[in-house]
């Protein structure tokens, strides 16, 4: 009956002999002369002093029948909702509105109102008969239906209250439904939600995902932050988290989800893997992805930090060709002019191979024509270079193996175009005393360059 099913009510009291009762609820749909005549039926049977020969169960039938919550009676106080649950405990007429009905029945619970607790709390679901009401702040916890009821009414509860998970569930680290919720508030035009409460809800439940694996749609759920700074650093971590440096058949199809339905910029995904690789001492792919996420800078100190040496002191086309890619893409002028220390590190290391390999070609170039004015032209290039290679940082002992082997490369290559030169020994002392090279090296060319006056 307190779930308003009067058939099945009305059933059960036929099935018990007690016509009179199943009679009685069978008129409750008439509307409320029936519930008046039952009310001053009580009042009757409590006058006449005859209620006490009456079971209470009985009295508390006939109380509920006529829409009384609580009555008085030679047993007592009866407390007509007793056993119900807060959902049951609605008492009003049928002409008031929800807000009237809702402040009524807190007044049945509230201690300050009233001496005397006439209904159930508004506990939440998940809590037992024995559960002692929780404090929050100095507030109760009540259940999640009833703080929605209150904002429908009030327009303006609070929606902190309202979004703790302890309302719902007992995991208190499970937000699933209380981002959702929140989402679905904030849609419907509930703005009066503080910053620190919808951060909270986002990080917590995004931390929730990420803890079943589900790293991808936590980034969906911090794209939710209103603020942009905020927003990317928090999708930024998850990524250099999670993202894989090498493509799989699964990190191929997140990668597709994360740039396809969410629209994560490629360069974020990118700048994720270069962090990774970086870490992982995987040089050669961090400079890759920090070139594709736009990072000139920082892929520029990878190359020269990490590969360039070891590229120029091993000697090899090979090596050179892999370079080359590397700082192909670092050589235009508006990614270059963002480099710090680009003219005398990564541009060096390009003139110098494109150098070197343009000498070679020539020199193995069986076709005369045009000889003399490359020759003149890489004479110019290859004179601007020693003091660029004197500016090349040192930063390891296999940098500076790398500055001696990139000037006793230049000198053999300048030795090699004034073969016909008449100031070929001027031009080679210039370019020894100009050039970092060791000091047997040293030695060793100017005793060639004393050797060639002599002869």
Not at 142 to 171: I, M, Q, R, S, V
Not at 336 to 354: A, F
Request: glycine share 4%; proline share 4%; net charge negative.
């Amino acid at each position: 009956m307190k779930a308003f099913e009067l058939e099945e009510a009305c059933k059960i009291a036929r099935e018990v002999g007690d016509h009179c009762v199943a009679l009685l609820m069978a008129q409750l749909c008439s509307g409320m002369p029936i519930k008046e005549l039952i009310k001053e039926q009580i009042k009757l049977w409590k006058h006449a002093g005859v209620d006490e020969n009456i079971s209470l169960d009985r009295l508390k039938l006939f109380a509920l029948v006529a829409g009384e919550s609580f009555v008085h009676s030679k047993h007592g106080p009866i407390d007509v909702c007793e056993g119900f649950d807060w959902k049951r405990t609605y008492f009003s007429s049928p002409t008031a509105s929800v807000r009237d009905t809702l402040d009524l029945y807190e007044t049945y619970f509230d201690t300050s109102k009233t001496s005397y607790i006439y209904t159930s709390i508004p506990k939440p679901e998940y809590r037992g008969d024995d559960f002692e009401l929780e404090i929050n702040n100095g507030k109760p916890i009540y259940d999640l239906c009833f703080h929605l009821l209150k904002l429908f009414c009030t327009g303006n509860h609070t929606l902190g209250e309202l979004l703790n998970p302890a309302t719902h569930t007992a995991d208190p680290l499970d937000y699933r439904l209380s981002w959702l919720m929140q989402q679905v508030l904030l849609s419907l035009g509930y703005s009066h939600l503080s910053e620190h409460v919808a951060i909270l809800t986002h990080v917590n439940f995004a931390t929730q995902l990420e803890a079943y694996g589900l790293w991808h749609w936590a980034i969906f759920v911090m794209l939710h932050l209103k603020d942009a700074g905020k927003r990317k650093t928090a999708v930024m971590n998850l990524l250099q988290r999670h993202i894989e440096i090498d493509d799989t058949a699964d990190s191929i199809e997140r990668e597709k989800f994360l740039r396809e339905e969410l629209g994560i910029p490629s360069t974020w995904i990118d700048h994720a893997k270069a962090v990774k690789s970086y870490v992982a001492k995987r040089y050669g792919k961090a400079a890759i992805y920090f070139i594709q996420a736009e990072q000139w800078n920082t892929a520029h100190e990878i190359i020269i930090e990490h590969l360039a040496a070891d590229v120029i002191i091993n000697d090899s086309s090979e090596n050179y060709d892999y370079l080359r890619n590397l700082l192909r893409p670092l050589t235009p002028l508006e990614c270059s002019s963002t480099i710090s220390g680009w003219t005398y590190q990564g541009q060096l290391l390009w003139e110098y191979m494109e150098i070197t390999m343009n000498v070679e070609s020539l020199l193995r170039s069986a076709d005369p024509r045009g000889i003399s004015s490359k020759l003149e032209s890489l004479k110019q290039r290859l004179s601007s270079l020693p003091p660029k290679i004197n500016q090349f940082p040192c930063l390891t002992a296999k940098h500076r193996l790398c500055q001696a082997e990139i000037a006793k490369r230049t000198l053999h290559l300048a030795r090699s175009l004034l073969q016909s030169n008449e100031n070929k020994s001027t031009s080679i002392y210039q370019l020894v005393s100009q050039l970092p090279l060791p000091e047997d090296y040293t030695q060793q060319e100017l005793r060639f360059i004393v050797n060639m006056h002599t002869t």
